[in-house]
């Protein structure tokens, strides 16, 4: 019998998204968030991605956790309920499902019909398995309904996702976790490692064009969904690897003077002016320790591929 998904809308109030985007446009340099990249051909085109020779980092990050998931489940405690921040149908949240057979499972995300359909989805392919949702911004504090204080958690927080943030943002944001982990609970999180400049670049520059194409449908979507005016073909695509900093740098270059019309209001562009779109940090893993640390968190285990591309750790919140 299939197990229906228990769902909480955990959002206070529905977000400003037109602000957002306004207040980026607005900020020097100008910018748009990375989440307004995935729209419904915006994930379209990252599944793509994902697929590319060129993007070793799904296909590692998933070899790395076929290889693992048992050690995982020996260091989490019975009962747990895992929380996956994101969406929760891919194949990596599936792999821990199997090698945990946890008590239940959350999915959170900000979108509430690709969460619904994700976790309707695992609900149906696990049908042992209590599947909750809740609708929320991970983002920021969280005030959940669900899982009671007293059960003990593993958090996944897959793909490097925390690499957009800057590493002080990053700390901020595991500690704002902390209450959702709760002390003697467990993160399991993947973690891109700095490696070849060659091979970091040709990861964000594909032979296809598929980043690229995934890049500028932003510019699509603020036409389609929000009403703006501008010129997608007036932009190209830049990515660059900054060794010094350890990030890739990914913006939207203005070919030419236009400019951006969105909510009554004009942002200009200068020929050459990037749209910032997002940072992808690449850590060591004695850097991304040291992060953790910072962030009240004890780094337990890490694990990695046999080229040393891409990391899985598991940080212990100390009880």
């Given at each position: 019998m299939k197990?229906?998904?228990?769902?909480?809308?955990?959002l206070a109030a529905e977000p400003d998204l037109i602000g957002e985007l306004v207040a980026g446009l607005e900020s020097h340099p100008r910018a748009i968030a990375p989440k307004f990249l995935y729209d419904a051909r915006g994930s379209e085109l990252f599944e793509r991605i994902c697929e590319l020779p060129e993007y070793y980092l799904t296909r590692t990050e998933i070899a790395i956790l076929k290889a693992c998931g048992r050690d995982i489940a020996r260091r989490v405690d019975p009962g747990?309920?895992?929380v996956e921040l994101g969406s929760g149908a891919s194949e990596k949240v599936r792999l821990l499902l199997t090698a945990l057979r946890p008590r239940a499972y959350l999915g959170i995300d900000i979108s509430r019909d690709f969460l619904l359909q994700s976790t309707r989805r695992l609900a149906h392919d696990y049908p042992w398995l209590a599947v909750h949702a809740a609708c929320a911004d991970f983002s920021q504090p969280l005030a959940l309904t669900y899982p009671p204080e007293e059960l003990p958690r593993l958090v996944f927080f897959p793909g490097s996702s925390i690499g957009n943030f800057t590493p002080e943002e990053a700390v901020?944001?595991?500690?704002r976790l902390r209450p959702l982990v709760r002390p003697g609970g467990g993160l399991?999180?993947?973690i891109d490692?700095?490696?070849?400049?060659?091979?970091?670049?040709a990861a964000y520059n594909d032979s296809q064009g598929i980043t690229a194409a995934f890049i500028r449908?932003?510019?699509?979507?603020l036409r389609r969904e929000y009403g703006a005016k501008v010129d997608a073909d007036g932009f190209s695509y830049d990515a660059r690897y900054n060794e010094e900093l350890g990030r890739v740098e990914i913006n939207l270059v203005s070919l030419r003077e236009q400019e951006i019309r969105l909510d009554g209001r004009a942002f200009a562009f200068a020929s050459g002016e990037r749209l910032h779109s997002e940072y992808s940090y690449k850590y060591t893993i004695d850097g991304f320790q040291r992060l953790a640390r910072l962030a009240g968190y004890q780094p337990e285990a890490v694990w990695t591929d046999p080229r040393n591309y891409f990391s899985v750790h598991y940080l212990r919140l100390p009880a």
């Amino acid at each position: 019998m299939k197990s229906a998904v228990r769902f909480y809308d955990e959002l206070a109030a529905e977000p400003d998204l037109i602000g957002e985007l306004v207040a980026g446009l607005e900020s020097h340099p100008r910018a748009i968030a990375p989440k307004f990249l995935y729209d419904a051909r915006g994930s379209e085109l990252f599944e793509r991605i994902c697929e590319l020779p060129e993007y070793y980092l799904t296909r590692t990050e998933i070899a790395i956790l076929k290889a693992c998931g048992r050690d995982i489940a020996r260091r989490v405690d019975p009962g747990t309920v895992l929380v996956e921040l994101g969406s929760g149908a891919s194949e990596k949240v599936r792999l821990l499902l199997t090698a945990l057979r946890p008590r239940a499972y959350l999915g959170i995300d900000i979108s509430r019909d690709f969460l619904l359909q994700s976790t309707r989805r695992l609900a149906h392919d696990y049908p042992w398995l209590a599947v909750h949702a809740a609708c929320a911004d991970f983002s920021q504090p969280l005030a959940l309904t669900y899982p009671p204080e007293e059960l003990p958690r593993l958090v996944f927080f897959p793909g490097s996702s925390i690499g957009n943030f800057t590493p002080e943002e990053a700390v901020a944001f595991l500690e704002r976790l902390r209450p959702l982990v709760r002390p003697g609970g467990g993160l399991v999180l993947g973690i891109d490692l700095q490696k070849n400049p060659r091979v970091i670049h040709a990861a964000y520059n594909d032979s296809q064009g598929i980043t690229a194409a995934f890049i500028r449908n932003v510019l699509h979507r603020l036409r389609r969904e929000y009403g703006a005016k501008v010129d997608a073909d007036g932009f190209s695509y830049d990515a660059r690897y900054n060794e010094e900093l350890g990030r890739v740098e990914i913006n939207l270059v203005s070919l030419r003077e236009q400019e951006i019309r969105l909510d009554g209001r004009a942002f200009a562009f200068a020929s050459g002016e990037r749209l910032h779109s997002e940072y992808s940090y690449k850590y060591t893993i004695d850097g991304f320790q040291r992060l953790a640390r910072l962030a009240g968190y004890q780094p337990e285990a890490v694990w990695t591929d046999p080229r040393n591309y891409f990391s899985v750790h598991y940080l212990r919140l100390p009880a």
